[in-house]
């Protein structure tokens, strides 16, 4: 069992990471598990390395941050332009290969702090690199689906019927399979309904590999065990 897990798995880092994050819809139980832990994690396990501990070379764009009614919802203001690009004069990375981007609440201690919020729809129908990304079956995410090397993205994000409150974009951009920063925010997306006195916080998703005790995660031991032995396989082999 572990064998055509481990065979899957290394299928999977050839053919699938170029063209973007592996999906649920597969009927593969070890792609659907790497699917869901990506999907909260936002975090690339299949790369074996750590993320980058620099500041990111790449930042948000948003139409707004705040609402134009102190007390008009997120959802009756419309959607919001978003576009993640490399930053003005940074020269060393002009570029990126990959990302997953979410939206989620800026208030780390309630029980949803690694769930996606609202709805994405593309800017461009015609992208040739990014497409919406569904977790948990909502479109709820952006991910990269073709091998290019564009300076920036831009897609649409809609806010749910109810209210989410204060709220950012967060993305783990990825540069090539050895460098990637995970933890990349927007500002802050204030919403009139939120009665807190504060814009909120970040909720830093895991940026190590194997430990990371300062950031949410999801994965499982046994998981853990899994990729572990997912990336020896490939290095191996000579895919790495």
Not at 41 to 50: C, L, S, T
Not at 90 to 99: A, R, S, V
Not at 102 to 128: P, V
Not at 199 to 215: F, H, I, L
């Amino acid at each position: 069992m572990l064998f055509l897990a481990l065979c899957s798995l290394t299928v999977l880092s050839v053919t699938a990471y170029p063209m973007g994050p592996p999906k649920a819809n597969t009927g593969n139980a070890t792609l659907t598990m790497l699917h869901e832990e990506l999907c909260k994690d936002m975090f690339p396990y299949g790369h074996g390395k750590d993320a980058q501990s620099v500041a990111p070379p790449y930042e948000f764009l948003l139409s707004r941050t705040t609402l134009n009614e102190p007390m008009k919802s997120l959802e009756m203001s419309g959607p919001i332009t978003v576009t993640l690009r490399v930053k003005d004069g940074q020269t060393e990375f002009p570029y990126f290969e990959g990302l997953i981007v979410q939206a989620r609440a800026a208030h780390c201690n309630s029980g949803d702090k690694m769930e996606a919020i609202g709805t994405f729809e593309l800017y461009n129908q015609s992208d040739s690199f990014i497409e919406v990304f569904e977790c948990f079956g909502a479109k709820n995410s952006i991910a990269h689906k073709a091998h290019e090397k564009p300076t920036e993205v831009k897609f649409l994000w809609q806010p749910p019927r109810s209210e989410p409150g204060n709220i950012y974009f967060q993305a783990t951009v990825v540069k090539n399979t050895e460098t990637f920063w995970t933890n990349v925010f927007s500002k802050f997306v204030m919403d009139g309904t939120d009665t807190s006195t504060t814009e909120g916080e970040y909720c830093k998703v895991r940026s190590m590999w194997k430990t990371d005790t300062g950031a949410a995660s999801s994965v499982s031991a046994v998981t853990s065990l899994i990729i572990a032995a997912f990336v020896t396989v490939n290095a191996i082999l000579g895919f790495q």
